[in-house]
C-alpha cells in the first residue's frame, strides 16, 4: 500500500498569501467608501504599498502614525524626521511627499482660480493646510491682482524652531515684479502660540511702510498653529 502524505505549503508562500489577501481587502474597502471608512493608518498603509510591494505596510502605517499624531502630520513631516523613523526609506518618503506636493497644489489652485476676497476661506484652506505642521518656522507671501486673484505664492524666509527672517525690500521687489496689486502675509508658528511676537508685529509694519508709496496693499498677515489661525486684519493690527 502506498502512504500518501500531505505536505504544508512553505511557511514564506502563506505569508505572502496572506500578505497579498490583506492589501487586496483594503483596497476594497477603501474601494467601497473612497476611503471615508478607512482610519488614518488605513489610507497610510495604501499610499505605502507601491514603496513596500513585499511586506505588510500596516505596522509602518501605525508607527508613523504614534509618531507625528495622525497623518496630516506625516504627510507634512519633516524629510529628517521621516528617515529616523525605522523601516522609512526613501520610497516611503517619496510616497510621502508626493502626496504634500498634491495637496498642495490642489489648494493653490483653488486659490488662484477664485476671487480671494470672496472665498476668503479658499485662502485660509490653503494656508493652514501648507504650514500648520511644520516643525520650523517659514514665511511666505501671496501676491494678488487687481481681481485679488493670487499670481504667485513665494515662500521668502525659512527659519529655525521659532523665528525667520524676512526683507521687507525684498517683498516690495518682488510684488514690482510680479505687477501685484495686493498681498498677503502669512506665516506659522511651529509652538501653536497664534499670538504675534513684537518681532512679528515689527516686520509687518516694515512691509507695509516698504509698500506704501508703491500702492500696494497688505490685505492681512496670517499667523498658521495646529489650533487655528491668527489674522492681524481681524485684530485690528492692520
Same mark, same amino acid.
Do not use: C
Given at each position: 500500500?502506498?502512504?500518501?502524505?500531505?505536505?504544508?505549503?512553505?511557511?514564506?508562500?502563506?505569508?505572502?498569501?496572506?500578505?497579498?489577501?490583506?492589501?487586496?481587502?483594503?483596497?476594497?474597502?477603501?474601494?467601497?467608501?473612497?476611503?471615508?471608512?478607512?482610519?488614518?493608518? *488605513? $489610507? &497610510?498603509? %495604501?499610499?505605502?504599498?507601491?514603496?513596500? @510591494?513585499?511586506?505588510?505596510?500596516?505596522?509602518?502605517? #501605525?508607527? !508613523?502614525?504614534?509618531?507625528?499624531?495622525?497623518?496630516?502630520?506625516?504627510?507634512?513631516?519633516?524629510?529628517?524626521?521621516?528617515?529616523?523613523?525605522?523601516?522609512?526609506?526613501?520610497?516611503?518618503?517619496?510616497?510621502?511627499?508626493?502626496?504634500?506636493?498634491?495637496?498642495?497644489?490642489?489648494?493653490?489652485?483653488?486659490?488662484?482660480?477664485?476671487?480671494?476676497?470672496?472665498?476668503?476661506?479658499?485662502?485660509?484652506?490653503?494656508?493652514?493646510?501648507?504650514?500648520?505642521?511644520?516643525?520650523?518656522?517659514?514665511?511666505?507671501?501671496?501676491?494678488?491682482?487687481?481681481?485679488?486673484?493670487?499670481?504667485?505664492? *513665494? $515662500? &521668502?524666509? %525659512?527659519?529655525?524652531?521659532?523665528?525667520? @527672517?524676512?526683507?521687507?525690500?525684498?517683498?516690495?521687489? #518682488?510684488? !514690482?515684479?510680479?505687477?501685484?496689486?495686493?498681498?498677503?502675509?502669512?506665516?506659522?508658528?511651529?509652538?501653536?502660540?497664534?499670538?504675534?511676537?513684537?518681532?512679528?508685529?515689527?516686520?509687518?509694519?516694515?512691509?507695509?511702510?516698504?509698500?506704501?508709496?508703491?500702492?500696494?496693499?497688505?490685505?492681512?498677515?496670517?499667523?498658521?498653529?495646529?489650533?487655528?489661525?491668527?489674522?492681524?486684519?481681524?485684530?485690528?493690527?492692520?
Amino acid at each position: 500500500m502506498t502512504e500518501i502524505t500531505t505536505q504544508k505549503p512553505p511557511e514564506k508562500t502563506l505569508e505572502k498569501s496572506d500578505h497579498l489577501g490583506h492589501r487586496q481587502r483594503v483596497r476594497k474597502k477603501f474601494l467601497s467608501s473612497l476611503g471615508k471608512e478607512l482610519h488614518d493608518y *488605513e $489610507l &497610510l498603509e %495604501i499610499l505605502l504599498f507601491a514603496a513596500n @510591494a513585499r511586506q505588510d505596510t500596516k505596522p509602518l502605517a #501605525k508607527k !508613523l502614525i504614534a509618531k507625528f499624531g495622525d497623518i496630516s502630520g506625516v504627510v507634512n513631516a519633516d524629510m529628517n524626521l521621516l528617515k529616523e523613523v525605522e523601516d522609512v526609506g526613501e520610497g516611503a518618503i517619496t510616497s510621502i511627499k508626493i502626496i504634500a506636493e498634491i495637496i498642495n497644489r490642489v489648494l493653490k489652485n483653488s486659490a488662484k482660480t477664485k476671487t480671494v476676497l470672496n472665498n476668503w476661506q479658499a485662502v485660509l484652506d490653503y494656508s493652514y493646510a501648507s504650514l500648520k505642521n511644520l516643525n520650523y518656522e517659514v514665511f511666505r507671501v501671496l501676491f494678488l491682482d487687481k481681481k485679488h486673484q493670487l499670481i504667485e505664492d *513665494e $515662500l &521668502l524666509g %525659512i527659519g529655525e524652531n521659532d523665528y525667520v @527672517a524676512v526683507s521687507s525690500k525684498a517683498i516690495a521687489k #518682488k510684488a !514690482l515684479l510680479l505687477n501685484a496689486s495686493s498681498i498677503i502675509l502669512m506665516h506659522n508658528h511651529p509652538t501653536g502660540d497664534l499670538r504675534p511676537s513684537n518681532a512679528d508685529i515689527k516686520t509687518t509694519n516694515e512691509i507695509i511702510l516698504a509698500l506704501k508709496n508703491l500702492e500696494i496693499k497688505i490685505l492681512d498677515h496670517l499667523i498658521i498653529g495646529g489650533s487655528g489661525y491668527f489674522s492681524f486684519k481681524e485684530s485690528g493690527l492692520i
